[in-house]
């Protein structure tokens, strides 16, 4: 069998999946079984004016479905970008969203779908303690999530990443289990023109999602399991997708590792998101090129912890030893070869952000997960690390 034929299929796990190249055409087959006659397909300006969205559009229209654009997303999500998206589905009368993009179109997607139906404020439905229980389901809308890039795995979670523009800019998870998209679909066919930086940046994120799954203290063996075949899939194509755009077959197995990231981080993150969330929100870093600056800082930090654990990793991937510093080692090679800055000092971050940052990355929700305590002052201390490239 042809290999990338091979690489195709039907899941029902988290979410109802569609993967394989060419599977876009099955959009408004999709929306259909969701019960979406006239979708908002929510992406970003630059996907916006690219053949891609034009072409969903079109397809959508040809089969006699309604569908609009809404591009009015930052990369860093706002609130004002989701109440935007809400006003811009009730003025068309749109039934459901087509989210579509990387991370950042998804979450947004999913949050405009969420709040159509509430009377609330979004922050009301903030994943903390209970709040989610507030949300009236009835009034929420179906999803499609596309996912263009290969690394939030925004398509099969139930949350989304929203910067609060109020006082500090904290970005903060909106969350309820109804947020997971209906349908997704994977195709790698999308991702062809993604840059070379940005494969790199997306798919260290998938990495950073499946590395803090398998680190977290918390009993999920499920999860436990996806995160390592996660691993095992960014080791094997994220080298191969970056060095060549056009390689559908490891642009194919970085889609999957997205996803399984995603569904992996139900046991929780870390460090890696907490220092980079704060960076996100405040100074508009990438947050998959931040995660992945931070990774060996973070490692190091948690080695007391998880040095058993990235053993296993270390013979799960094949590497020269069963060891943590096997891990740390692979983590660096990897980066260098494609192309990830070693500090944060390199993407903008600079000695003076850390004291202001580290309360913030504290109550991160990422936080309460990592396998180490964390708290303000060591938090500062890894900012200033992973500035200066204290390894």
């Not at 999803?143 to 903060?172: L, N, Q």
């Not at 202001?356 to 929700?365: G, Q, S, Y």
């Amino acid at each position: 069998m042809d290999e990338l034929a091979s690489l195709a299929g039907n899941w029902g796990y988290p979410t109802s999946i569609r993967f394989g190249a060419g599977r876009i055409r099955e959009l408004p087959e999709t929306c259909r079984e969701l019960g979406i006659g006239r979708p908002l397909l929510v992406t970003d300006p630059g996907l916006a004016a690219l053949p891609m969205v034009a072409d969903a559009v079109a397809a959508c229209e040809e089969a006699g479905l309604g569908c609009a654009v809404f591009s009015d997303v930052r990369g860093n999500p706002v609130e004002a970008n989701v109440l935007d998206g809400v006003a811009a589905l009730r003025a068309g009368d749109h039934d459901g969203v087509i989210a579509f993009g990387g991370g950042s179109a998804l979450d947004a997607g999913k949050a405009v779908a969420l709040m159509v139906g509430q009377a609330r404020p979004m922050w009301d439905f903030e994943d903390r303690e209970d709040w989610w229980t507030r949300v009236d389901e009835a009034g929420m809308v179906p999803v499609v999530a596309v996912p263009t890039t290969s690394g939030t795995g925004s398509e099969t979670g139930r949350a989304s990443a929203i910067t609060d523009t109020r006082g500090d800019h904290v970005k903060r998870i909106i969350f309820h289990p109804a947020m997971m998209p209906g349908r997704a679909i994977l195709d790698p066919e999308l991702t062809v023109g993604l840059p070379a930086p940005l494969t790199a940046a997306v798919g260290m994120d998938a990495l950073s999602h499946c590395l803090e799954a398998f680190s977290s203290p918390v009993f999920h063996p499920l999860a436990q399991g996806i995160a390592l075949e996660g691993m095992r899939l960014v080791r094997e194509a994220l080298p191969d997708a970056v060095a060549d755009g056009a390689d559908l077959a490891a642009r194919a197995r970085m889609q999957v590792a997205a996803s399984m990231g995603s569904t992996a981080f139900q046991k929780g993150l870390g460090a890696m998101h907490s220092l980079s969330h704060p960076c996100g929100s405040v100074l508009d870093t990438h947050h998959g090129l931040t995660n992945a600056v931070v990774m060996p800082y973070v490692l190091d930090f948690n080695r007391p912890a998880i040095e058993d654990r990235m053993a296993a990793v270390a013979r799960y991937l094949d590497l020269p030893s069963p060891s943590f510093a096997a891990v740390l080692d692979w983590v660096l090679a990897l980066r260098e070869r494609i192309g990830i800055p070693h500090t944060l000092k390199d993407i903008g971050v600079d000695e003076s952000d850390a004291r202001r940052l580290a309360p913030m990355a504290a109550e991160d929700p990422s936080s309460p997960t990592n396998p180490v305590p964390l708290d303000a002052a060591n938090l500062e201390a890894l900012y200033l690390r992973a500035i200066n490239g204290a390894l």
